[in-house]
């Protein structure tokens, strides 16, 4: 991303952001050499705050990209709101609705046309105690499935001392200190070509959690619990991920 061609409102919402979370957070990045320079690619982060978005979008913007999150459409659909978040490439999303094929169309789109779309494979931040990612929803898997293009797992922990989830408690102390790190691309690359089946699917956000899991236990420590039962996959070869 040449950044001195992102347009007054992209570079507008980065003046306005980046300078509070530079002072409200200390950071220890990692692994943005796995997000490429060009090209569309799927960023599934874990999701542990409210706050996360936040650290998430000002790591993908330093890493080179500009990412493209999805929003509900209702938002979208605010006066000035709207009109802003359309100028900033986000993503509006229907849910629950006969629309929901009109949002896949969108989010394919924004891949083929090169953008960076952040989509949190749980769909909302985690109800796991402790924070660990809990099973996810299809929604990366079908893009992933569709556009044939990078899944990059992107792991965070520090932003629930920012606001936690589970006491909703609000912190605007400095320098709290949250890292981040990305991951190579998740193989997927089993299920390519294959029918866009509820079973393919769930296979498919199994591996996406699981990688998430695994990669967030290297950077808070600490064992992880198992995400679910999978008894379907206890004869898997050794050696796949995530078995």
Avoid: C
Avoid at 156 to 163: L, V
């Amino acid at each position: 991303m040449a950044r001195r061609r992102i347009g007054f409102w992209r570079r507008f919402a980065v003046m306005v952001v980046k300078p509070v979370l530079t002072v409200w957070t200390r950071r220890s990045w990692s692994g943005m050499e796995h997000l490429p320079a060009e090209g569309g690619i799927i960023i599934v982060p874990n999701h542990i705050s409210h706050a996360d978005p936040l650290v998430s979008a000002h790591y993908v913007y330093d890493a080179g990209r500009w990412p493209q999150f999805l929003g509900k459409a209702s938002v979208f659909r605010v006066p000035v709101v709207g009109s802003i978040l359309h100028k900033v490439k986000q993503i509006p999303v229907e849910r629950g609705s006969v629309d929901a094929a009109k949002s896949l169309e969108a989010m394919v789109e924004a891949v083929g046309e090169g953008g960076a779309v952040v989509i949190y494979p749980e769909g909302t931040t985690t109800r796991e105690p402790e924070l660990w990612p809990m099973r996810g929803k299809t929604g990366a898997a079908r893009l992933a499935l569709t556009t044939g293009a990078p899944v990059i797992p992107l792991v965070m922990w520090g932003p629930e001392k920012m606001f936690d989830p589970r006491t909703k408690k609000f912190s605007v102390r400095p320098r709290i200190p949250v890292t981040v790190k990305a991951g190579p691309p998740i193989d997927l690359s089993r299920w390519a070509g294959a029918a866009p089946t509820r079973a393919t699917l769930d296979e498919m956000t199994d591996e996406i959690m699981l990688r998430l899991r695994d990669m967030l236990a290297e950077i808070r420590g600490g064992t992880p619990p198992p995400l679910w039962s999978r008894p379907a996959r206890e004869s898997a070869p050794t050696g796949e991920a995530g078995a």
